[in-house]
């Protein structure tokens, strides 16, 4: 049967891991290929690194890095920040990114995604959405959260499936950092609007909150940062949990 | 001993390079048919589109060379997908090594489940030396959108909507829908299982 998948999320600022609140305050987590090379064996099903600060300062995220953490770990790995165009995709898959995450550049210029999924394939580009809910209704917003747009949230998704995005990495920039709990709401209704899978992300501070994403909200996947680089939830403790659940999940 | 990756357009091979160097193995990517003949073993990776990947092996003439390969040839995701006779994607006919079997799209309508299949799923009624030392149920990372039917060269099953091969062999020839560069432990036994055939 096929799992649910459970993803740390290493964001990177100047090679090192940082995790801060609603994006802001960034706290130092450590050494990037060290932490994934925990998470790999602590058994984390697939690993997220965001170069939170390529899209403001224009920085390409480090190739060298990616190549450093293809060498060392045995799962999937996606890499996102400051995406552009089809080279900057190409330089990051050459060093060993099993996937690519854009967000910003794809809603400034949609053909993106048509782009990379043509180029590379579907299975390997990841459609960002950083959501937050304005006047009651769930919308995109861009540049790490700073930028709201008048774009409905499930419509981008949508039309992101449409255009070739292989999966879609959902943030709510509301529960982001606040250990509350996931957006269901909106999860939920993504989930059940595309046929691609869904990744949860923003939220996770209990075992509850997984459980609570993958049932009620149909999540595919579920990503978390803080939690796990500090241990608060350890990825076994968490999948044997789930399990007794009855959710599927890789033990 | 000689391990070539097979040169085309059919996706990223980095991550299977990758996977081998981590197992201590260096292997050589080249569309060189001398090159590919000599090899001792030969890996046939691939992502992205059926007919396209045929069309491309076709006009290079290594549809050819493939199929006359006599040492271990191990096609992966779209590789494997590619070594049967006929795929449904865009209505492709392939190189038939496995013959008479087919690769159709996985029919999610009125279910909750999602195409293409992206995640881990086991693995099981697991038959041969590709899986010498990995267990029933082990877990295998997998993302596509069409699957080879059950056969009489299954060697391995999954279930996703319904069973179907997770894995395929006719003689010198294997085949994995999942992706062993990226299944964790289990993948690198699967590809050391292969690589000392």
């Known amino acids: 049967m096929l799992t649910k998948r459970i993803i740390p999320c290493l964001d990177i600022k100047d090679g090192r891991t940082v995790k801060g609140t609603n994006f802001l305050e960034l706290r130092d987590a450590g050494d990037p290929v060290e932490l994934a090379m925990r998470y790999c064996e602590e058994g984390a099903d697939e690993l997220v690194f965001l170069d939170i600060t390529a899209t403001t300062e224009k920085r390409k995220t480090l190739a060298g890095l990616v190549r450093k953490i293809a060498t060392h770990i045995n799962i999937p790995f996606t890499v996102g920040g400051g995406i552009n165009n089809v080279e900057d995709v190409r330089l990051l898959l050459d060093n060993g990114a099993d996937k690519i995450s854009v967000n910003t550049s794809a809603v400034r210029r949609p053909e993106l995604i048509n782009e990379l999924s043509l180029q590379f394939g579907s299975q390997c580009v990841v459609l960002a959405i950083d959501a937050k809910r304005i006047d009651g209704s769930w919308k995109v917003v861009t540049h790490g959260g700073r930028t709201p747009t008048l774009l409905s949230a499930t419509d981008w998704a949508k039309e992101a499936a449409k255009r070739g995005a292989g999966e879609i990495l959902l943030t709510s920039m509301e529960n982001d950092g606040t250990k509350n709990g996931f957006a269901l709401d909106i999860t939920g209704e993504i989930s059940r609007s595309v046929s691609i899978p869904v990744i949860a992300s923003g939220g996770a501070g209990s075992l509850q909150h997984f459980a609570d994403v993958f049932i009620k909200a149909q999540a595919d996947a579920a990503l978390a940062a803080s939690i796990f680089h500090f241990r608060e939830i350890p990825i076994a403790e968490l999948k044997r949990y789930l399990q007794e659940q009855q959710i599927p999940v890789r033990i | ?197």
């Open chain 2, 1 to 197: 001993m000689k391990t070539v990756i097979i040169k085309y357009n059919a996706g990223n091979i980095q991550s299977v390079l990758f996977a081998l160097e981590r197992i201590g193995v260096q292997a050589t990517v080249t569309d060189d048919p001398a090159l590919i003949r000599a090899a001792d073993k030969v890996i046939f990776p691939g992502v992205g589109e059926a007919s396209t990947a045929m069309h491309y092996l076709r006009g290079r003439e290594l549809d050819k060379l493939i199929i006359s390969l006599q040492q271990p040839v191990l096609g992966i995701c779209l590789g494997m997908q590619l070594l049967c006779a006929y795929s449904a994607e865009n209505n492709t006919h392939c190189l038939g090594v496995f013959n008479n079997v087919e690769v159709h799209r996985f029919r999610n309508e009125g279910t909750p489940f999602k195409v293409p299949q992206t995640g881990w799923n086991s693995i099981q009624q697991l038959k041969g030396p590709l899986f010498n030392q990995v267990d029933e149920q082990a877990f295998c990372y997998f993302v596509h959108s069409y699957y080879a039917e059950l056969n009489d060269c299954t060697v391995a099953c999954a279930d996703y909507i319904h069973p179907y091969s997770a894995a395929l062999q006719h003689n010198n020839f294997y085949g994995v829908q999942f992706h062993p560069e990226k299944s964790a432990t289990a993948g690198e036994q699967i590809l050391k299982n292969f690589l000392s055939l």
